[in-house]
C-alpha cells in the first residue's frame, strides 16, 4: 500500500499524459473529449493511487484505467446521442498539422479515408479494437499488450490476426489492399 504523496503522483502525470491523452485519442478521435478522458483517468488513478500494489507498472495500470474509461466514455455517448461520424476531426486536424503540398480536394479525399477508417476499426468487436488500437497506435508489443488486457500472447495475436482480415475486408473497396 503506498502512501498518499502528491509530488509522486504529479510526477506520474508528467511521465505518462502523452501515453494516456493518445490511447484514449485512440479510442475517441476528437481532441477534446481524449483531454476530458485523460483528465478523468488521472483523477481516478489519484484517488486508487494508495491501493496501487505495483504487481504492474504504472503505464500498464494506466492503460487499464485508459481503456476502461474510454470504452465506458463510448458506451454512454452511444446511449445518449446517435455517433455521427461526419462531426469526427481528422488526425491531421486534431494534432495541427498541414500538409501545404496538397490541393484542397487532396485534403478533403484524405480527410474522407481517414474518417472511413476511424469507422472500421470503431466496428472491431471491442477486444479486437482494444488491441489493434495498443498495437498501432501505441506501438506496444504483444507481451505487454497481453499483461494490459488480461490474456495470453497467443490471445492477443488472435485478436489483432482477426482485426486486421476485418479491417481489410471492410476498407479493401475504400483505401485498396494495406
Sequence with gaps: MKQHNTSEFEQVVKNHHLL???????????????????????IRAYRSWENFRGDSSISTWLYRITVNVSLNYIAQKKRNIIFQYGQIDTLKQLFDRQDKQKTPLQNLED???????QKAI?????????????????DLPQKEIAAIMEISEGAVEQLLQRAKTKLQKSLKKFVGNF
Excluded at 111 to 117: A, F, G, H, L, V
Design 122 to 138: 470503431d466496428g472491431l468487436p471491442e477486444k479486437q479494437r482494444v488491441a489493434f488500437i495498443f498495437s498501432r497506435y501505441e
Design 111 to 117: 480527410s474522407d479515408r481517414e474518417r472511413i477508417i
Design 20 to 42: 494516456v491523452f493518445r490511447t484514449a485519442m485512440g479510442f475517441i478521435h476528437v481532441r477534446e473529449e481524449a483531454e476530458d478522458i485523460t483528465q478523468d483517468v488521472f
